[in-house]
């Protein structure tokens, strides 16, 4: 009972950081500031009794690109005149980010008596496909619904969207998706290490990568960047087409034919006698219908990305420093609304624009775009450096992020810091333990 117990815990927390929560009863406190006091508390009783306030070098580094967004963000508030503050706090954001994960990361530390790389990882699928389970019974059972609406602030309106969208508890939109398309890269690469996974656990990570995959599209499409990626390295390194593969890469490839040839029936079947799962299918996979049914690959978000939305600055003040404006000054909800801003407004972006990259453009200019860009860099290269034998899949991570920003304004720093925030004592773990501790989820 205790382990159980000590699971589920681990859980809640681990989900409290990766999709934060504002209760109704305590507004404008989300969970992942709560972690991140805890975090404080925690790190300054251990540096009291070690009696060092020494910083790691990892941590100074990105503290002060972070702090390089920020003055950035200051430098174009103030030439343009703006009020749009949207990065000028990125400094506390980055290290509210850290606060929560060393949070999360002392409490498995404490709850398991070790924690490793394997480990965290199992924690953010077990997290992710709960969150799946949960959207997906939320729209099925709409009590559930209801239920959640009562106590969790800013759900209620996932439900009135023009696509009415599955959502989690936290998990939502693109934010969710980039942060699943972490999470499905994570799987692949562990479900790459073939030989040092037994049937059971081999079992159990394909059947969270297609949880994930397929509810977790249906969520947000968004999550087919790390479906793609970890597909692609998949296949790389078990050599699919090779003639030379080994006996368990063999076997690995036939459970997932097995798993399909039992899901694809019920898929189908589901296609036609459920309206709601019609409904969700052909959102989440909308692209595949579209290249089954007319021969082109078509998605209505894509196009209006791409016939609406690329839009270039059209000076070089705004190349170089940008606008002062993320979001949209015509926004009556926000303080620094403007009646007078006569630019262009499509789907209630600046600039009409939701293109990542070109917000920050339009943001603070080529300067803090190339800042941002170096900062998620070096969150990846700290964890690469820390965890050799893992370099592939933090790679993939930051792929993720860097191709997401194609399509969303979002970062997914707070998964690198889940990893930065691993003391020397979690380092000397991890060394010893390897690939051998924690191989299953939750064994």
Request: charged letters at 15%; one cysteine or more; aromatic letters at 18%.
């Amino acid at each position: 009972m205790y382990k159980y117990l000590v699971h589920i815990i681990s859980v809640i927390l681990t989900s409290f950081y990766f999709f934060p929560i504002e209760t109704v009863f305590l507004p404008g406190v989300n969970t992942k500031m709560a972690l991140a006091g805890i975090g404080l508390l925690i790190l300054g009783k251990r540096l009291a009794q070690r009696r060092d306030a020494g910083i790691n070098k990892d941590f100074f580094v990105l503290s002060l690109l972070a702090l390089g967004i920020s003055l950035i963000s200051l430098l174009t508030m103030t030439i343009n005149n703006t009020p749009d503050a949207s990065f000028l706090t990125y400094f506390v954001s980055m290290w509210v980010w850290m606060g929560g994960a060393y949070t999360v990361v002392r409490w498995l530390d404490t709850a398991y008596g070790y924690v490793n790389v394997r480990l965290v990882c199992n924690q953010l699928i077990a997290v992710c496909v709960i969150q799946c389970l949960i959207a997906w019974t939320k729209d099925v059972y709409p009590p559930l619904q209801a239920w959640v609406d009562s106590f969790v602030g800013g759900e209620a309106f996932m439900g009135n969207t023009k696509e009415a969208r599955l959502s989690g508890i936290g998990a939502a939109l693109d934010v969710a998706g980039l942060r699943f398309s972490a999470v499905v890269v994570m799987i692949g690469y562990i479900l790459s290490k073939a030989e040092e996974l037994s049937h059971k656990q081999v079992v159990t990570y394909l059947i969270s990568f297609l949880i994930i995959a397929i509810i977790g599209n249906m969520m947000s499409r968004t999550t087919t960047v790390g479906v793609g990626l970890a597909l692609v390295y998949w296949i790389y390194s078990t050599n699919l087409f090779s003639l030379k593969q080994n006996i368990k890469n063999q076997k690995r490839w036939f459970w997932l034919g097995g798993i399909l040839c039992v899901i694809i029936p019920v898929f189908i079947y589901l296609y036609f006698a459920n309206d709601t799962f019609y409904k969700n299918i052909r959102f989440g996979f909308e692209g595949f219908f579209s290249l089954w049914e007319t021969g082109e690959w078509q998605t209505s978000s894509n196009d209006i990305l791409l016939e609406h939305m690329v839009v270039f600055p059209d000076n070089w003040v705004t190349w170089l420093i940008g606008d002062g404006y993320a979001a949209n000054p015509m926004d009556k909800t926000l303080s620094f609304f403007d009646p007078y801003y006569t630019g262009p407004i499509y789907h209630g972006y600046y600039k009409g624009t939701d293109i990542g990259y070109l917000r920050y453009i339009f943001y603070f200019g080529l300067v803090g775009t190339f800042v941002f860009v170096l900062f998620m860099w070096k969150s990846a290269w700290a964890c690469i450096h820390r965890f050799k034998d893992y370099k592939m899949m933090f790679l993939m991570i930051l792929l993720v992020n860097y191709i997401g920003w194609f399509k969303v304004s979002t970062d997914i720093f707070l998964v690198f810091a889940l990893f930065l925030v691993f003391s020397s004592k979690d380092k000397e773990n991890f060394d010893e333990q390897n690939m051998t501790c924690c191989g299953t989820l939750h064994e």
